[in-house]
């Protein structure tokens, strides 16, 4: 099992940056992969970016070269920097554990939510 808490949500006006901030209860090494989601009203959950235990990232086309996920290990805390921030990037982002050996294989934050204003 694995519990998520994010943090670092808030509003923000287009251009600007914010950090969300992932901890994970127990070692990251032990968790396949994780990511950030995003959801707004109305549509699907949809990936924002991912790391996985070996440290290869990817990246939705609407946020590459705007977006970086990283994680500190010894914290056992995943990050999505999110700098040059649109109206279009406002929503509850949830952070994701991915475990494909655990039924069920995936885990979920609170969610934090982003607003970006124009």
């Known amino acids: 099992q694995v519990q998520l808490v994010e943090s670092g949500g808030g509003l923000v006006q287009a251009g600007g940056s914010l950090r969300l901030s992932c901890a994970a209860s127990?070692?990251?090494?032990?968790?396949?992969?994780m990511g950030w989601y995003r959801q707004v009203p109305g549509k699907q959950r949809e990936l924002v970016a991912a790391i996985t235990n070996v440290g290869s990232t990817n990246y939705a086309d609407s946020v590459k070269g705007r977006f970086t996920i990283s994680r500190d290990s010894a914290k056992n805390m995943v990050y999505l920097q999110m700098n040059s921030l649109k109206p279009e990037d406002t929503a509850v982002y949830y952070c994701?554990?991915?475990?494909?050996?655990?039924?069920?294989?995936?885990?979920w934050g609170q969610g934090t939510q982003v607003t970006v204003s124009s």
């Open positions: 127990r070692s990251i090494f032990s968790i396949n992969t």
């Open positions: 994701n554990a991915h475990r494909p050996w655990d039924k069920p294989n995936n885990y």
